[in-house]
């Protein structure tokens, strides 16, 4: 059994705690914060076993300690902690940067191995914390040179017990990629915000008029403003290549505005490509899925989730394709097995519904 300690009991600290506080490999859980307010409805709640407002010898007999706060405080607490825990003892984050990090700890005398949830949202806080947060979700842990395997699997077991999946990337090409997927969308959100605000009139007819799809793709743009002030600031570089690249797309539909076949193929080519995403591949390892027709019709979509869980087949992801055809909806299932997904296709068709098995 593991003894953890979490600093930091924010949104993604606070659901770690919850998370783990139910695993039957974990001993002990020390929440750090300093709001005590937090600490304390975590220690009523019974997900901590004990708290501490500062960095002190209560972390001496951890094995993990997380640090979950903006990524600009991240390496001053790692250094904070190598003064208290065991020589053994592993240091991780949840910042969604790496290389920043990664540069300002590689003088510590205790192993660092950087982690990032893919988990976004634009809520903050414990009370908006929740126990079931990481499960089926991307883990990704930034493994160097300088981190032993045994480290890396102690750390992989741990965020297994999330029920997370494990991604292990290198720190370059995660902020690369982080920057593309996440960082430059909150910039776009935030952005496309703003004009609105901008060219509003005095009676806030754009503001009245923003929902659908206006309100879906600027959703993110409600998150912590101090969060992505530090992860803008602190990945820079990345952040600045991804815009400079999208800028170039931006002034290329603007140049080819008047070329109805190129302004189809940009939208086309990004329907798609945006329709082909699903959780395929876990650690370079293709998924087994199954794609159903379904009736667009009320229950339709419970029905087949109760049969396959009755039939003890877990789903991994689902998705419904928005597309429609004659009247029927295609349903994507991710499954954990391929012999859950041949399972999932004898009991779905002996039911009626017509399934392909796919991978």
């Not at 991604?167 to 593309?180: E, G, M, Q, R, V």
């Not at 002030?229 to 999208?246: A, H, Y």
Request: with cysteine; hydrophobic share 35%; glycine share 6%.
């Amino acid at each position: 059994m593991y003894n953890v300690g979490i600093i930091g009991l924010g949104f993604l600290g606070g659901s770690l705690i919850k998370s783990l506080s139910k695993s039957e490999k974990i001993n002990k859980i020390l929440g750090c914060d300093i709001n005590e307010n937090s600490l304390k409805q975590a220690l009523e709640d019974g997900v901590i076993t004990d708290y501490t407002l500062n960095v002190d010898e209560k972390f001496a007999d951890c094995d993990v300690v997380f640090i979950s706060t903006p990524v600009s405080f991240i390496s001053e607490y790692a250094y904070e902690l190598q003064k208290f825990v065991k020589p053994t003892c592993i240091i991780t984050d949840t910042g969604s940067t790496k290389k920043t990090i990664l540069e300002a700890v590689k003088s510590l005398e205790v192993e660092f191995i950087g982690g990032h949830p893919m988990i976004g949202s634009e809520r903050s806080g414990y009370a908006t914390s929740k126990d079931l947060l990481f499960e089926n979700s991307y883990y990704i842990i930034t493994k160097s040179e300088n981190n032993k395997p045994e480290s890396v699997e102690l750390l992989k077991e741990i965020i297994l017990e999330l029920k997370a999946i494990p991604i292990i990337i290198d720190s370059t090409k995660h902020d690369y990629i982080t920057a593309s997927i996440s960082h430059v969308p909150h910039v776009v959100a935030a952005a496309l915000v703003n004009m609105v605000k901008e060219l509003d009139d005095e009676n806030e007819t754009m503001k009245t008029l923003a929902a659908g799809g206006f309100k879906d793709i600027t959703r993110i743009a409600s998150s912590d403003p101090t969060m992505w002030e530090n992860i803008c600031t602190e990945n820079k570089d990345e952040v600045l290549k991804i815009l400079g690249r999208l800028i170039e797309i931006l002034q290329g539909f603007e140049n080819d505005i008047e070329k109805r076949d190129v302004i189809y193929n940009f939208f086309d080519s990004s329907k798609k490509y945006r329709d082909s995403f699903i959780n395929r591949k876990i650690n370079g390892n293709t998924m087994p899925e199954l794609n159903i027709s379904v009736k667009d019709e009320n229950g339709a979509i419970a029905k087949i989730t109760t049969i396959l869980s009755a039939n003890g087949i877990g789903i991994k992801n689902i998705e419904v394709l928005n597309n429609r055809e004659n009247n029927f909806g295609a349903l994507r299932v991710v499954v954990r097995t391929y012999e859950e997904r041949d399972k999932g296709f004898d009991v779905l068709t002996q039911e009626g519904f017509e399934v392909k098995k796919v991978n």
